[in-house]
C-alpha cells in the first residue's frame, strides 16, 4: 500500500551475467539500485503518509529467479527498533533494518495445499528467516553490551504462522495427498530449525545466572472445520439478533466477546444468581456442541 500510493515506477536493465540495475522515481527523486541474483538491495529511504504510520521508513528490493521475478520487502520503521532513541538509531546504524516479515512466507505457507515447493521461494524464505534469527541474537548482544538489561522478552511469532497454515495438512486430515502432507512437513521443519537457531544464539548469550523461559500461548491444534460461536450462541436462544441481523447485546444472555473470538460475555452482573445461571446455560450449550461426526467444538469450557 505504501508503495502504491507513492507511484513507483520501476525500469530494469542487465548490467552483468548476475547484476542489474533497478532504476525508478519514488516521491519525486530518481534511484539506482544495482542488483545481485538473489541478494537484497541497500534500503531505500521513503516517507509513509498513511494514518498511524511513522514519518520515515526503508523498504529493499531483491531480484530473483535469473532476473525474472521481483520482490519488495515491507516498508520499516527503523525508529522502532529500540527505546530511547539511540538505542534504535546504534542497532541501526550496526546490524541496518531487520527482516520483520519475509514476503516470501505467504506463498510458501500456501505451498502447504499444493503438492510442489516453490524452490526458489523456499531458499529464499529460509534465507529470510535465518537473518531474522540473526538480526535478533546480534541486537540483543549488541544492546547487551552497550546497555546493559536485566530482562530480555522476544514474541518469536513465525512457528505460529506455519503451524496454523500447515499442521493440518502435515497431519494428513481430510481429502491431503501425501505429497501435501510431505510439503507442509518441509514447511513446519523449516520454522522449527529457525527457531532452534534462534534459541541456540540466545542461549550463548545467557550467563551462570540468567533463567531462560519459554513459553506458548497455545497448543497449535489442528484447525479441522470452522465453528462459529455466535451461530451457537443463536441457535441455542442464549442470543438474539437485531433487526440489522446483528446480535443485539442488550436482549442477549450471552454473546460473543470483540476482542478474542472465543470469549463470550455474560449479559448480568457478575457474582449474582443470575449471572451463574446463564453462566451455567453458556457453557451446557457449547460443550454439548457437536460435529456431524460427534467431535466436541470446544474441549473445554
Request: net charge positive; aromatic share 6%.
Amino acid at each position: 500500500t505504501t508503495l502504491r500510493r507513492s507511484s513507483l515506477c520501476l525500469a530494469i536493465s542487465k548490467k552483468t551475467t548476475n547484476c542489474w540495475n533497478l532504476e525508478f522515481v519514488i516521491e519525486g527523486r530518481k534511484n539506482t539500485l544495482a542488483l545481485l541474483n538473489g541478494k537484497w538491495s541497500r534500503p531505500v529511504r521513503i516517507r509513509v503518509a498513511a494514518p498511524g504510520k511513522p514519518g520515515k521508513c526503508v523498504f529493499r528490493v531483491l531480484l530473483f529467479d535469473s532476473g525474472r521475478r521481483l520482490a519488495v520487502s515491507e516498508a520499516y520503521d527503523t525508529g522502532a527498533l529500540g527505546v530511547p532513541e539511540d538505542i534504535a538509531r546504534m542497532v541501526y546504524g550496526k546490524l541496518g533494518a531487520p527482516v520483520e516479515h519475509s514476503v516470501f512466507l505467504s506463498p510458501l505457507f500456501k505451498s502447504a495445499s499444493n503438492s510442489k515447493i516453490d524452490p526458489e521461494i523456499l531458499k529464499l524464505a529460509r534465507q529470510d528467516l535465518e537473518a531474522q534469527a540473526d538480526w535478533i541474537v546480534n541486537a540483543a548482544a549488541l544492546v547487551q553490551k552497550k546497555r546493559p538489561y536485566d530482562v530480555f522478552y522476544l514474541h518469536y511469532h513465525n512457528p505460529d504462522s506455519a503451524l496454523h497454515s500447515c499442521l493440518s495438512h502435515a497431519d494428513g486430515h481430510g481429502a491431503v495427498t501425501s505429497a501435501q502432507k510431505r510439503t507442509a512437513k518441509d514447511v513446519i521443519a523449516l520454522s522449527l530449525a529457525v527457531s532452534d537457531r534462534l534459541i541456540t544464539g540466545l542461549l550463548k548469550l545467557a550467563g551462570p545466572s540468567t533463567s531462560v523461559l519459554l513459553v506458548s500461548d497455545h497448543g497449535n491444534v489442528t484447525n479441522r472445520f470452522g465453528a462459529s460461536i455466535s451461530m451457537r450462541l443463536l441457535e441455542t436462544g442464549l442470543a438474539v439478533k437485531n433487526g440489522k441481523g446483528r446480535i443485539d447485546r442488550k436482549k442477549s444472555l450471552a454473546y460473543p466477546n470483540d476482542l478474542v473470538s472465543t470469549w463470550i460475555t455474560v449479559n448480568a452482573k457478575p457474582g449474582t444468581a443470575r449471572y451463574e445461571q446463564v453462566q451455567d446455560k453458556v457453557i451446557d450449550a457449547i460443550l454439548s456442541w457437536k460435529t456431524s461426526n460427534g467431535k466436541r467444538a470446544i474441549a473445554a469450557a
